[in-house]
């Protein structure tokens, strides 16, 4: 009886000592991004660098690419001198992890974090950015891209994410104007900047290959300018496939330019065909 009332006890135990390994759930590991005070070369030089706000103090924040049905799982960690939230612009997901401070949650504070958990069911361009003081936190450069990819995808040779904004910087200094909340702005819809960039770049060129297929999203971050891009010169060819919250479509529309409003995307497909 003894032995076999040890032997029923070590059974027991040993089934005990297994259950992490199989019964036990993980704690989710979530990646961490900072929205932090950081400097750029946003003008060319001989202008100093300028301050921005930005997640891992680039500009734009990190691209974030995920298959259509995955799950995001991030979290902010604010280092910024304000709170601050982010908004996963078009998504749909639950109001919890919309990230629109003081309505779907409370801001997260200076020194604080919040996670954000979601699964992302539509593919398409998206765009993540500050939605607390966004007025003033997406023109100090909080934003990025976030990119679902579909099952089956255009076929390409390669694919460019571009965001197209305005800053409105001071002429001397290349620092960012401070007055967010100008009457001029307010009255005339919306906050205008006087240096464009690309992807936080001046002047930016990408180099193509006679006869490639690029797939081109386009973001427009900007508070209210519309940008009108051409990209229909020289022979080349250019086919909207998609815009804001649609993935790549069945039948490509032909179109000269794409004018993308503020905070909206545009998707193309491009024929470089030089002359």
């Not at 921005?52 to 991030?74: N, S």
């Not at 193509?208 to 690029?214: D, G, I, P, S, T």
């Not at 209210?224 to 020289?234: E, H, K, L, S, Y």
């Not at 909207?240 to 000269?256: F, I, L």
């Amino acid at each position: 009886m003894i032995r076999r009332d040890f032997l029923l006890r070590s059974a027991s135990a040993a089934a005990v000592l297994q259950l992490p390994r199989a019964g036990r759930a993980l704690t989710p590991q979530f990646d961490e991004f900072k929205a932090q005070v950081s400097a750029v070369q946003l003008a060319p030089p001989p202008y100093p660098k300028t301050e921005i706000w930005g997640y891992d103090g680039m500009m734009p924040g990190p691209e974030l690419r995920i298959a259509q049905g995955a799950r995001v799982q991030r979290k902010l960690l604010n280092a910024l001198p304000q709170a601050s939230s982010v908004h996963w612009h078009g998504i749909r997901i639950d109001n919890a992890m919309d990230g629109v401070a003081g309505l779907t949650q409370a801001a997260v504070e200076p020194g604080e974090s919040f996670d954000y958990d979601f699964v992302v069911p539509d593919a398409g361009t998206y765009w993540y950015h500050a939605h607390a003081r966004s007025i003033e936190q997406v023109a100090r450069g909080l934003y990025g891209a976030l990119i679902v990819e579909e099952a089956e995808a255009p076929e390409v040779d390669r694919e460019e994410v571009l965001i197209l904004d305005d800053w409105l910087l001071d002429p001397e200094t290349a620092q960012i104007n401070p007055d967010f909340t100008s009457a001029h702005s307010r009255s005339h819809a919306g906050r205008m900047g006087n240096f464009v960039a690309t992807n936080g770049q001046y002047g930016l060129a990408i180099d193509v290959r006679q006869n490639e297929r690029l797939r081109l999203r386009l973001i427009n971050a900007a508070n209210a300018r519309i940008f009108v891009v051409d990209i229909a010169r020289n022979g080349r060819l250019d086919h909207r496939v998609g815009r804001d919250a649609t993935g790549a479509t069945p039948e490509a529309r032909r179109t000269p330019h794409s004018r993308p409003r503020p905070a909206r995307r545009s998707d193309r497909r491009r024929d470089c065909r030089l002359r």
